[in-house]
């Protein structure tokens, strides 16, 4: 069974700086998804960013851009100039092609310090 | 207006008691999800539809069902509620094929008490 792992409960980063946010996720599959979801007080989900596993090249979407390792199963999320509205929840999320459900890690807290 | 929208947003119940948590789409996608969250567990897959006519069950389906009554609404019932089904429930909707089956669209959440 696949299974998402987000070993950072918590993390802090200070305004305008840069933080890593950490998920490892096993699968026997090749064709698979991946997926970091951000979670604000609201509650309401949002996707931040995603990467096709057949993809080599990194996803990035402005401040947000990933390191995709797929040998090592990793898939961190960094967070350039960090702003205030980044402070949330982040999940993680693996999807096995089109057909398959997202899974989620259990997600890390992210506090953004002024 | 929301493109998926949850009825009601809070729920305080208490145990026994049959609730059903609502939710609507405008997005036209076919699949829709029943999500629940609970602090330090993530989101976890309760049922999906693929289309009307399509129910599975998902990760931790027992004490609860599922209703498509039509392609934007898909309904959660708690048949006799429990303490340990108070969280925060997720429904979410994608489209049938294509990338965009693998981008999920969540409503707001529906926060259930169950005293």
């Known amino acids: 069974a696949q299974t998402v792992t987000q070993s950072q409960p918590e993390m802090s980063v200070q305004e305008a700086e840069t933080v890593t946010l950490s998920c490892t996720y096993d699968t026997s599959e090749s064709d698979y998804y991946l997926f970091w979801y951000k979670q604000p007080p609201s509650r309401q989900m949002i996707l931040v960013i995603r990467q096709e596993a057949y993809k080599q090249q990194n996803a990035t979407e402005n401040r947000f851009s990933v390191n995709f390792q797929k040998a090592a199963k990793s898939f961190s999320l960094k967070i350039s100039d960090s702003q205030l509205g980044d402070a949330a929840m982040y999940f993680c999320?693996?999807?096995?092609?089109?057909?398959?459900?997202?899974?989620f890690g259990k997600g890390t807290k992210l506090s953004v310090k002024p | 207006d929301a493109d998926v929208t949850q009825t009601p947003r809070n729920r305080i119940t208490k145990t026994g008691k049959r609730i059903m948590l609502e939710c609507s789409q405008t997005?036209?996608?076919?699949?829709m999800y029943w999500y629940r969250q609970d602090p330090g567990l993530g989101l976890r897959l309760i049922y999906y539809?693929?289309?009307?006519?399509?129910?599975n069950k998902g990760e931790i389906s027992d004490g609860y069902s599922v209703s498509r009554q039509a392609q934007a609404k898909f309904s959660l019932s708690l048949e006799s509620a429990i303490p340990n089904q108070t969280a925060l429930y997720f429904c979410?909707?994608?489209?049938?094929?294509?990338?965009?089956?693998?981008?999920?669209?969540f409503g707001a959440g529906s926060r259930l008490t169950v005293l």
């Open positions: 979410a909707t994608s489209e049938g094929q294509g990338l965009g089956a693998n981008v999920l669209t």
């Open positions: 997005k036209g996608h076919d699949r």
């Open positions: 999320a693996y999807r096995r092609g089109s057909q398959g459900n997202l899974i």
């Open positions: 539809s693929f289309d009307v006519k399509d129910i």
